[in-house]
């Protein structure tokens, strides 16, 4: 019997829905639907199915990855600004134990001291920042490995 594609759910959190004129210097300017086009090729390259979601609110994001929970097989999330400060979404992520990948675009352990904690790495098995839009695929394979192994 052929064996369920692994699905993985890749969250952008807020501001994120900015790309492409957002602060060009620091997130470049592809914008999230490049983004969101770019992790559908990976996933067709890797074997995949990807859902990708943005919200600008954390109790969104909360009950998005409450209702992954016997749908996906594993998460990539890029918080925004809500990795530095949200309890809430680690606590989430912990509690829904599946397998975590956090990216960021940029290089956070570069930019200012708020941004080098990370509650999103609490949860994580492994973070990718600083490479722009291909950290997206770097976390797609992260996961998708996570996925199948789960
Ligand atoms: C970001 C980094 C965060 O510090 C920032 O608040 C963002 C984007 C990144 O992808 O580089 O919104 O997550």
Redesign the pocket.
């Given at each position: 019997m052929a064996k369920r594609q692994p699905h993985i759910l890749v969250l952008n959190?807020?501001?994120?829905n900015l790309l492409g004129t957002r602060e060009p210097a620091?997130?470049g300017t592809t914008t999230l639907a490049d983004i969101e086009a770019l992790c559908r090729a990976t996933a067709k390259t890797l074997g995949v199915a990807v859902e990708v979601r943005q919200s600008n609110h954390e109790g969104q994001l909360i009950d998005w990855i409450h209702a992954a929970r016997g749908k996906a097989h594993a998460i990539v999330i890029?918080?925004?600004?809500l990795?530095?400060t949200s309890v809430a979404l680690m606590d989430a992520l912990t509690g829904v134990t599946l397998p975590v990948v956090e990216?960021?675009?940029?290089n956070?352990f570069k930019?200012e001291s708020f941004?080098h904690h990370s509650y999103v790495a609490l949860a994580a098995r492994g973070s990718i920042?600083g490479f722009g839009p291909h950290g997206y695929v770097l976390a797609l394979e992260a996961a998708a490995r996570l996925a199948t192994e789960a």
């Amino acid at each position: 019997m052929a064996k369920r594609q692994p699905h993985i759910l890749v969250l952008n959190g807020p501001n994120l829905n900015l790309l492409g004129t957002r602060e060009p210097a620091v997130y470049g300017t592809t914008t999230l639907a490049d983004i969101e086009a770019l992790c559908r090729a990976t996933a067709k390259t890797l074997g995949v199915a990807v859902e990708v979601r943005q919200s600008n609110h954390e109790g969104q994001l909360i009950d998005w990855i409450h209702a992954a929970r016997g749908k996906a097989h594993a998460i990539v999330i890029n918080a925004g600004a809500l990795t530095h400060t949200s309890v809430a979404l680690m606590d989430a992520l912990t509690g829904v134990t599946l397998p975590v990948v956090e990216v960021h675009l940029s290089n956070i352990f570069k930019r200012e001291s708020f941004r080098h904690h990370s509650y999103v790495a609490l949860a994580a098995r492994g973070s990718i920042c600083g490479f722009g839009p291909h950290g997206y695929v770097l976390a797609l394979e992260a996961a998708a490995r996570l996925a199948t192994e789960a």
